[in-house]
């Protein structure tokens, strides 16, 4: 009886250990529902920068990004969009990796991957969204209008209108309140990138900087062509004609200083602004096709250029004449 009794209280304890440890299980099991269900997100992925940025923005990042190093690289910011994994080149993602781990949809930003569709719609649900110029054929599209309905849009997928709203709004107070600080400055401007000592990118319409120029209410000086990517190469020959402010775009894939050595040697030391001395060089941080966060990048490094400038000027012609005061008093 005494064995039978030990195999007995034995028999218990081993079952209050089993009822203990699925009672702790299940509790983990719960509690982690529970946090999934708090912090569910739509697992999206996408190849298109502007997209991205504007998931990031709104509080709901992609779980994967064609390209994210590349991206990192142009916002000049290591770990820019955070828990993202990168699905190889932007060009070249690495759809093996995407169909082991697949997710709700795929964003892509046509023409660019369209070939690519058949592969992707065996992966997940494609979904297309159509930006800057590829938007529409209509010359008078406000790019700007087509930009805050992809906030809208990528709200709505990832179930939190709330969030894009609140970050359109945002946007638009910030680039209201730029508008007003800006004023007063000349409002022509032309936005150039510097490729070698004979040729250069100018910017427009189909790009961020022209979207920007727009919105902030000033004016490009380019009148020229451009191409649907809102930018074309031309000669320095093509410059030399326009005398307004000049905004060098410095990229991160330029050499250290490269826009300003090229402003010192050769024919572009001519122009008539960089004689002047009516420039600036802003250091690119932003993608040039990208949605509402590029567009404040650009804006700000842009309006901090503009009205530094404009300070600068209102300082010294006060001291000056402070000093044609003085000078009348002695």
Do not use: C
Not at 88 to 110: Q, T, V, W
Not at 157 to 173: F, G, M, R
Request: proline share 5%; aromatic share 8%; glycine share 6%.
């Amino acid at each position: 009886m005494k064995y039978q009794n030990g195999t007995f209280y034995r028999s218990i304890r081993h079952k209050r250990i089993a009822l203990s440890a699925t009672l702790l299980i299940g509790l983990l099991i719960s509690n982690l529902l529970m946090a999934s269900d708090e912090n569910s997100e739509v697992p999206l992925a996408t190849f298109d920068f502007a997209i991205a940025e504007t998931l990031n923005a709104i509080g709901h990042p992609p779980m994967f990004l064609a390209g994210l190093k590349g991206y990192e690289t142009y916002s000049r910011q290591s770990d820019v969009i955070p828990n993202t994994t990168n699905l190889g080149y932007r060009h070249l993602p690495n759809l093996e990796l995407l169909a082991g781990h697949p997710p709700e949809n795929i964003l892509i930003s046509p023409p660019a991957h369209t070939s690519l569709l058949p592969r992707l719609s065996e992966i997940a649900d494609v979904k297309e969204y159509l930006l800057y110029n590829f938007s529409k054929s209509d010359d008078a599209l406000n790019h700007w209008e087509v930009v805050e309905e992809l906030t809208r849009q990528l709200g709505t997928l990832v179930n939190d209108s709330a969030a894009s709203e609140q970050y359109i709004e945002k946007t638009n107070n910030h680039f209201d309140d730029l508008k007003r600080k800006l004023n007063n400055t000349d409002p022509s401007l032309l936005i150039v990138q510097l490729m070698d000592e004979r040729h250069a990118r100018v910017f427009g319409k189909g790009s961020v900087e022209g979207m920007v120029l727009n919105r902030l209410g000033l004016q490009n000086a380019w009148q020229g062509d451009l191409g649907q990517w809102g930018m074309t190469t031309v000669s320095a020959t093509s410059l030399f004609s326009i005398n307004t402010k000049m905004i060098f775009l410095e990229t991160p894939y330029d050499p250290p200083g490269g826009q300003r050595k090229l402003l010192t040697d050769g024919q572009w030391r001519h122009l008539p602004s960089v004689r002047e001395g009516n420039y600036k060089i802003i250091p690119t941080n932003y993608w040039s096709w990208g949605g509402l966060p590029a567009a404040q990048q650009f804006a700000d490094s842009l309006a901090n250029q503009l009205i530094g400038n404009e300070v600068d000027a209102q300082v010294a012609y006060s001291v000056q004449n402070h000093h044609e005061e003085n000078a009348d008093i002695h």
